[in-house]
């Protein structure tokens, strides 16, 4: 952990600031990018900045709350699996906040160097990182009232404008479609759809 990053006071941005900083973003990589972080969630507020994790069918991220707890669930209950893996573009935090500390704070599981705007990725578009492949689906993600209060609400009104939408300055939401190990640093990239692995 960065030395006295979380005790710092956060210093909130405002809308033309994040505007100063929106050329950068989009330049992000189109094809193939880089996993910056991976988060694990294991409680409400808690996170876990991990080096290596499992991802899976079944449990998602490992260890993450998905799993246990989710938000949206299947008429039998279980955790529904379009909303099973939540990834951010790495770029937007890198604007908003000053440490991964902090920047894990948004409450996702993947923060990658990729371009997530809808001209980019469509739903059903799948993903590759390490052995594992992800798809993309259609659940919107929106900033919350947690979002403002950690980002500021400039922040928050900027990712759930329409523009920010149409960019996913958000995030978007993901399933797994073939487990696999995950790696910090490792490459990011459109991949072929094995959605006949997904039981």
């Known amino acids: 952990m960065a030395p006295g990053c979380?005790?710092?006071?956060?210093?909130?941005?405002?809308?033309?600031?994040?505007?100063?900083?929106?050329?950068?973003?989009?330049?992000?990589?189109?094809?193939?990018?880089?996993?910056?972080?991976?988060?694990?969630?294991p409680k409400t507020n808690e996170r876990r900045i991990l080096d290596s994790s499992l991802i899976s069918q079944?449990?998602?991220?490992?260890?993450?709350?998905?799993?246990?707890?989710?938000?949206?669930?299947?008429?039998?209950?279980?955790?529904?699996?379009d909303v099973q893996i939540t990834i951010t573009n790495y770029r937007v935090l890198e604007v908003l906040a000053e440490c991964d500390e902090k920047r894990a704070l948004a409450g996702d599981n993947l923060y990658v160097d990729l371009d997530l705007s809808d001209r980019?990725?469509?739903?059903?578009?799948?993903?590759r990182i390490g052995d594992a492949v992800i798809e993309i689906t259609s659940v919107p993600h929106n900033g919350c009232a947690k979002y403002k209060q950690r980002f500021g609400s400039d922040a928050l009104a900027y990712v759930?404008?329409?523009?920010?939408?149409?960019?996913?300055?958000?995030?978007?939401?993901?399933?797994?479609?073939?487990?696999?190990?995950?790696r910090s640093g490792d490459t990011i990239e459109k991949s072929d759809c094995p959605t006949s692995e997904r039981s």
């Open 6 to 41: 979380l005790l710092s006071v956060m210093q909130y941005l405002s809308t033309s600031d994040i505007e100063k900083r929106l050329s950068y973003i989009l330049e992000s990589p189109k094809d193939q990018g880089a996993l910056k972080m991976i988060v694990s969630r």
């Open 58 to 81: 079944e449990r998602g991220v490992e260890g993450d709350n998905w799993s246990i707890g989710c938000w949206k669930s299947l008429p039998n209950g279980a955790p529904h699996p």
């Open 120 to 127: 980019n990725l469509q739903t059903g578009d799948c993903l």
């Open 160 to 182: 759930n404008s329409p523009r920010g939408k149409e960019l996913h300055l958000r995030g978007i939401y993901a399933k797994v479609v073939r487990d696999g190990i995950i």
